[in-house]
C-alpha cells in the first residue's frame, strides 16, 4: 500500500503563487502516472495535471501557462507549481497515482492511491 501526502496548500490573493507537494511512501513502481486533482464545494472532482513515469507532463486547458507539475523522483516527491492563480482555482487539492500504467489517463476512477488533499483558497 501507498501513502500519499499533500503539503503546501493555503490563502493567497489573486494573482499570487502556491507549490504544492506530495509525497509518496511504501512500495512504488517504476511505471506510473501521477496526477494533481482538485475539488470545489458542490463540484465534481476534476484532473488538472498529470506527470509520467518518463517525466512526460499533461494539463487540462484552464490551468495551461500558469501551473507546472514536476517530480524529485529521488525524494519520491511530486509537486504543482501555481503561479497567476485565480479565485475559481479555490478547491481541495489531491495528488492520486495510477500505478503500472503505460501512460497517463485523465478519469479520476484509474486512480489507486489518493491522498488526504491540501486547501487552495485564492480570493
Known amino acids: 500500500h501507498v501513502q500519499l501526502v499533500e503539503s503546501g496548500g493555503g490563502s493567497v490573493q489573486a494573482g499570487g503563487s502556491l507549490r504544492l507537494s506530495c509525497a509518496a511512501s511504501?512500495?512504488?513502481?517504476?511505471?506510473?502516472?501521477m496526477g494533481w486533482f482538485r475539488q470545489a464545494p458542490g463540484a465534481a472532482r476534476e484532473g488538472v495535471a498529470w506527470?509520467?513515469?518518463?517525466?512526460?507532463?499533461t494539463y487540462v486547458d484552464s490551468v495551461k501557462g500558469r501551473f507546472t507539475i514536476s517530480e524529485a523522483n529521488a525524494e519520491r516527491t511530486v509537486y504543482l507549481q501555481m503561479n497567476d492563480l485565480q479565485p475559481e482555482d479555490t478547491a481541495m487539492y489531491f495528488c492520486?497515482?495510477?500505478?503500472?500504467?503505460?501512460?497517463?489517463?485523465?478519469?479520476?476512477?484509474?486512480?489507486?492511491?489518493w491522498g488526504r488533499g491540501t486547501q487552495v483558497t485564492v480570493s
Open positions: 492520486a497515482a495510477d500505478w503500472r500504467t503505460y501512460y497517463c489517463r485523465r478519469g479520476v476512477s484509474y486512480y489507486n492511491d
Open positions: 506527470i509520467y513515469s518518463t517525466g512526460s507532463t
Open positions: 511504501g512500495t512504488t513502481y517504476s511505471r506510473y502516472c
